[in-house]
C-alpha cells in the first residue's frame, strides 16, 4: 500500500469513529434545555441614535461601504503588482513557485474538508440531537463553518498569488540601481493582503449582524469562528512542517557540498520557495484573518452575555465602527508614509529597509488612537450616563494598540541583525562554533519571553486599572471585557501588522528568484533589458540590495508573531469567560444588579482540586505540541536531505530538474499533511476528553494552554529569529559565506527554523481552536451530566483520552527517521550509506 493509501485509510478510520461515537451520544442522551452562545439573540441595531440622528443599523452599513472599497483598494494593488516589468526568467520562476504552492493549497483544502467532518459531526450531534435545535439553524451553523473555513483558505491563497507576483518584481526591480524599489514593492503586496484580508473578514462579520435573523447570529458566529479556527490551525500547522523541512533540506547542502545559498541546481530551493508562502503567506494569511474574527466573536458574545440589554447595542455599534476607523486609519497611514518614504529614500543609493517599515508601524499606531478617541467620544459620550467612560474604553483599546508598536520594536531588540543579542550570536560563533551559537539564540530566546511578559502583564495591568471605573451596573466583570478590548487593539491596526509581516515572504522568495533565474547568464542580457526596459541592470547593487532587505523581511516576520500570539492568548480570556458563564450562572440581585452565581464560582480556585490538575496538564499538552511538530519537522528533513544528496547534480548542469525539485516539494507536502493528522487528532481527542472529564477542570486547563503557550511560542520564535538574522549578518555585512563561521551560523538556523516557524506559530491558532471548540465540547457534557449521564461522560472521557494517546503516540512514534543503527554503524566506518 503506498503512502498516500495508507494516509487516506488512517483518515476514513478515524472520521469513521468520531462519527460512530458521537452518534452513541445522540442516542443516549437526553435534551434538556440549557442556555449557550448559540441561543444568543442580537438587538435591534436600528433602536438606538448616535451622532444625533444616524441609527446604529445606518452606521453598520457605512461599515460595508468601507470593507468593499478596502477590497477593491486591495485587488487594485493585486492588479498593480501584476502590472510590473519582470524579465521572462525571473517570471518563469516565480510561476513554478506558484504552481507548487496551487498543489500544496488544494491538498491542503481537501484536508480541511475532510476534519470539518469531525466538527460537523460533534456541531450536529450537540445542537440538534442534544439541543433540539430546529434544522434550519443547525444547518445554518454548518454552512457558517464552511464560510469561516473558505475565508482563512480564500485569503491564504490571495495571499500567495500576491507574493508570487512581487517576489519576482521585485528582484527585477533591484537590478535599477535603487534600493527603494526592493522596499517598497514588498509593502504593497503586503497591504494588498492586508487590506483584502480585513475588509474580507469585516464584511463577513457585518453580514451576519445586519442581514441574519437576530435568532439565527449567535449559531451563525459560532460556526463561523470554529470553521475559521480550523482552516487556521490546518494551514499554520501544515505550513510551518512543510516550510522548515524544505528549508533545512535546502540550507544543509550549503554545508555538505560548499556550495551557495539558492543554488540553482539544488533541487530542493523551489520547494523551499514553495514553503516560504505555505509557511510565512499561507499560515500568517489564515491566521491573522482567524484572530481578527474570533476576537470580535469573543467579545460579541460577551456582550451579549454580560451586558444589559439597554447597553448592548451602544457597545456592538462602538466596536465595530473602531475596527472600520482603523482599516481607514492603515490605508492612511499608507499613503503618507509612502510619499515620506519616496520623498526620502526614492533616489537614494543606500537605505535602512527597517526604518520606514518601523515608521509606518508607529504612524499607524499613532494615527488609529487618535481615531480611537474622536470616534468614541462622539459615539458613547454619555455611556450608562456616564460622561468619562468614552475616553476610559478608548484607553483600555489603546493599551492594546500601542501594543501592535511596542512589541515589535521589543523584539527587534532580539531579532534585528542591528540587536546586541544577535551581535552576540556570531561572537560567540567566532569561537565556539555552532555549539555556542545555539547556546547564545536560546539566551534571547529566554530573555525575549521574560520581557515580552512584562510588556503583556504591563499592558493588560492598564486596561485593569482603567475598567475599575466601569460600574457593574454595565457589565458583569468589566476586567475581562478590558482584556478583550485589549487583544481587539492588537489587531487594530490589522492591514498594516499584516502587511509588514507579509513582507517577509516577498523578501526571501526575491532572492531565490533572483538565484534561480540565472539571469546573469543570460546571452546578451544587459542589451536586451536595455532595449526592452530602459535601463542596464546593475547585478552586484541588485544582489547586495536583495540581501540587505531579506534582513529586513526576518525582523519584521518576526516582530508580527507576538502579536498574533499575544492577541491569541488575551483574546482566550474573554473566550474562557464565556465558558465560566455558562458553568458558573447569574444571578440577579435585589437591586438588580447581575453578577456570576458565587457558590459555583468557588470551583475556580486551588482549592478545587480539578482546577488545580486542569493548569497543571495544559502545560504538558503544550510541550507535547511542540515536540510533535518538530518531530515531523525533523523526519521530513531527513528523508528531504536524503533524497536531495542521492540526487543533487553539480557537474554538467546548471539548474535541478524540475522532476527533481517536484519530488522534493512531495515529501514536504507527505510529513506535513503526516504530522498536520497526528497534531489536530491529538489536540482535537485532547479537547473531548478534558472537556467531559471535569468542566473546571477543562477551565483551567484553558487557562494553562494559553498561558504555557504564550511563553513557550515567544520564547522559541524569539530564539529562532537571533539564529536567522546572526546568519544574515555573517552573510551581509561580514560577507564570510563559505567560513567556518559561516557554517556555524547555518547550523543555529536550522535549529531555529522549527523553533520560530513550525512550534511556535501554531501555537496561536491550536489555542484559539481549544477555546472554541471547548465552547461546544464542555457544554455536551455538561448536558450529558445534567440529562443524568454523569457516568457516561466519565467513560468517554476516557476513551477521548486513550484516542488522543494514540495520536500523541503516532506523533513521535509514527513519525521517527527509522535508521537502524547498524546502518548508521555501517555508515561511519565505509563513509557512505550502505545499500
Given amino acids: 500500500m503506498n503512502p498516500t493509501s495508507r494516509m487516506d485509510a488512517l483518515r476514513a478510520s478515524v472520521t469513521g469513529t468520531a462519527v460512530r461515537v458521537l452518534g452513541l451520544l445522540a442516542v443516549l442522551a437526553s435534551g434538556t434545555a440549557r442556555a449557550s452562545e448559540a441561543d444568543l439573540v442580537l438587538p435591534d441595531f436600528s433602536s438606538v441614535s448616535f451622532l444625533g440622528g444616524l441609527n446604529g443599523r445606518a452606521l453598520l452599513m457605512a461599515g460595508i461601504a468601507v470593507s468593499i472599497f478596502g477590497l477593491a483598494f486591495g485587488f487594485m494593488q493585486y492588479t498593480a503588482l501584476r502590472n510590473l516589468p519582470v524579465h521572462k526568467s525571473m517570471l518563469e520562476i516565480s510561476e513554478l513557485i506558484y504552481e507548487t504552492c496551487k498543489t500544496y493549497l488544494i491538498t491542503q483544502g481537501k484536508f480541511i474538508l475532510i476534519l470539518e467532518v469531525l466538527i460537523g459531526a460533534v456541531m450536529v450531534v450537540y445542537f440538534g440531537f442534544l439541543r433540539h435545535m430546529e434544522f434550519v439553524k443547525v444547518a445554518a451553523i454548518l454552512v457558517f463553518s464552511l464560510i469561516g473555513i473558505a475565508g482563512s483558505y480564500g485569503v491564504a491563497w490571495f495571499g500567495i498569488r ?14 535599477r540601481g535603487k534600493p527603494y524599489p526592493t522596499y517598497a514593492i514588498p509593502l504593497q503586496a503586503g497591504m494588498s493582503i492586508g487590506m483584502v484580508l480585513i475588509s474580507t473578514e469585516l464584511l463577513l462579520m457585518l453580514i451576519i449582524l445586519l442581514f441574519v435573523p437576530a435568532d439565527f447570529a449567535g449559531p451563525c458566529f459560532i460556526g463561523f469562528a470554529i470553521g475559521e479556527s480550523l482552516g487556521a490551525s490546518v494551514l499554520r500547522i501544515a505550513g510551518g512542517i512543510f516550510t522548515k523541512i524544505a528549508d533545512i533540506g535546502s540550507d544543509l547542502m550549503k554545508i555538505v557540498f560548499k556550495i551557495k545559498e539558492d543554488d540553482a541546481r539544488n533541487p530542493g530551493v523551489i520547494a523551499d520557495c514553495t514553503g516560504d508562502n505555505a509557511g510565512d503567506s499561507v499560515g500568517p494569511s489564515a491566521d491573522g484573518f482567524e484572530t481578527y474574527g474570533v476576537t470580535g466573536v469573543a467579545l460579541i458574545t460577551f456582550i451579549l452575555l454580560a451586558v444589559p440589554p439597554q447597553y448592548q447595542v451602544q457597545l456592538l455599534v462602538w466596536i465595530f465602527m473602531m475596527r472600520i476607523v482603523m482599516v481607514l486609519a492603515s490605508l492612511g497611514s499608507y499613503g503618507l508614509n509612502g510619499i515620506i518614504q519616496g520623498g526620502k529614500y526614492k533616489n537614494a543609493d543606500h537605505m535602512n529597509f527597517e526604518h520606514p517599515l518601523t515608521f509606518l508601524v508607529w504612524l499607524t499606531s499613532i494615527v488609529s488612537v487618535a481615531l480611537t478617541f474622536l470616534v468614541s467620544y462622539l459615539l458613547i459620550p454619555n455611556l450608562a450616563d456616564d460622561g468619562s467612560l468614552w475616553w476610559k474604553m478608548s484607553a483600555i483599546i489603546t493599551c492594546g494598540t500601542l501594543a501592535g508598536a511596542i512589541i515589535p520594536e521589543a523584539i527587534k531588540v532580539f531579532t534585528s541583525t542591528e540587536s546586541r543579542h544577535v551581535r552576540e550570536v556570531v561572537t560567540a560563533s567566532r569561537e565556539g562554533g555552532a555549539s555556542l551559537n545555539v547556546i547564545s539564540g536560546l539566551v534571547a530566546g529566554n530573555f525575549s ?66 538565484e534561480l533565474s540565472l539571469i546573469e547568464n543570460v546571452p546578451n542580457v544587459k542589451a536586451e533589458v536595455q532595449k526592452d526596459f530602459g535601463f542596464t541592470p546593475d547585478f552586484e547593487k541588485g544582489k547586495e540590495y536583495l540581501e540587505e532587505n531579506d534582513g529586513a523581511g526576518n525582523t519584521f516576520k518576526a516582530t508580527a508573531k507576538p502579536v498574533l500570539i499575544g492577541t491569541a492568548v488575551v483574546g482566550a480570556t474573554t473566550m474562557i469567560f464565556s465558558i465560566i458563564v455558562i458553568l458558573v450562572g447569574i444571578n440577579t440581585g435585589a437591586d438588580g444588579l447581575r453578577m456570576l452565581n458565587a457558590a459555583n464560582a468557588a470551583n475556580l480556585s486551588l482549592l478545587h482540586a480539578p482546577f488545580l490538575l486542569g493548569l497543571v496538564t495544559g502545560g504538558a499538552v503544550i510541550y507535547w505540541f511542540s515536540g510533535a511538530s518538530m518531530q515531523a519537522v525533523s523526519t521530513g528533513a531527513y528523508r528531504a536531505v536524503e533524497f536531495i544528496k542521492a540526487n543533487i547534480k553539480l557537474e554538467g548542469v546548471e539548474k535541478a530538474s524540475v522532476e527533481d525539485s517536484k519530488r522534493v516539494v512531495e515529501i514536504c507536502t507527505q510529513y506535513a499533511q503526516k504530522g498536520m493528522l497526528n497534531i489536530f487528532l491529538g489536540v482535537f481527542f485532547s479537547t473531548l476528553a478534558f472537556a467531559f472529564l471535569e468542566p473546571y477542570f477543562f477551565v483551567g486547563y484553558l487557562i494553562s494552554i494559553a498561558i504555557f503557550g504564550l511563553y513557550q511560542a515567544v520564547f522559541m520564535a524569539n530564539a529562532g529569529g537571533a539564529w536567522d538574522n546572526a546568519k544574515k549578518l555573517v552573510e551581509t555585512e561580514l560577507k564570510a559565506k563559505g567560513t567556518d563561521l559561516h557554517a556555524a551560523t547555518v547550523v543555529g538556523d536550522t535549529v531555529g527554523d522549527p523553533f520560530k516557524d513550525t512550534s511556535s506559530v501554531a501555537l496561536n491558532p491550536v489555542i484559539k481552536f481549544t477555546t472554541l471548540f471547548g465552547l461546544l465540547a464542555v457544554e455536551l457534557a455538561v448536558e450529558l451530566s445534567a440529562a443524568g449521564q454523569r457516568t457516561l461522560t466519565t467513560v468517554l472521557a476516557g476513551a477521548f483520552f486513550v484516542a488522543s494517546m494514540v495520536f500523541v503516540y503516532r506523533s513521535f512514534y509514527g513519525m521517527r527517521i527509522e535508521t537502524p543503527m547498524a546502518a548508521i554503524a555501517g555508515e561511519d566506518k565505509a563513509g557512505v550509506k550502505p545499500a
Fill in 449 to 514: 519571553a521574560y520581557w515580552m511578559g512584562i510588556i503583556i502583564a504591563a499592558l493588560m495591568g492598564g486596561a485593569y486599572f482603567f475598567s475599575l471605573d466601569i460600574p457593574n451596573t454595565l457589565m458583569i466583570a468589566p476586567a475581562v471585557f478590558a482584556f478583550g478590548l485589549v487583544a481587539f487593539g492588537f489587531l487594530g491596526m490589522g492591514p498594516v501588522t499584516i502587511a509588514v509581516d507579509s513582507y517577509g515572504p516577498v523578501t526571501d522568495n526575491a532572492q531565490s528568484v533572483y
Fill in 162 to 175: 500576491v507574493n508570487t507576483f512581487a517576489n519576482s518584481r521585485t528582484a527585477f526591480a533591484s537590478l
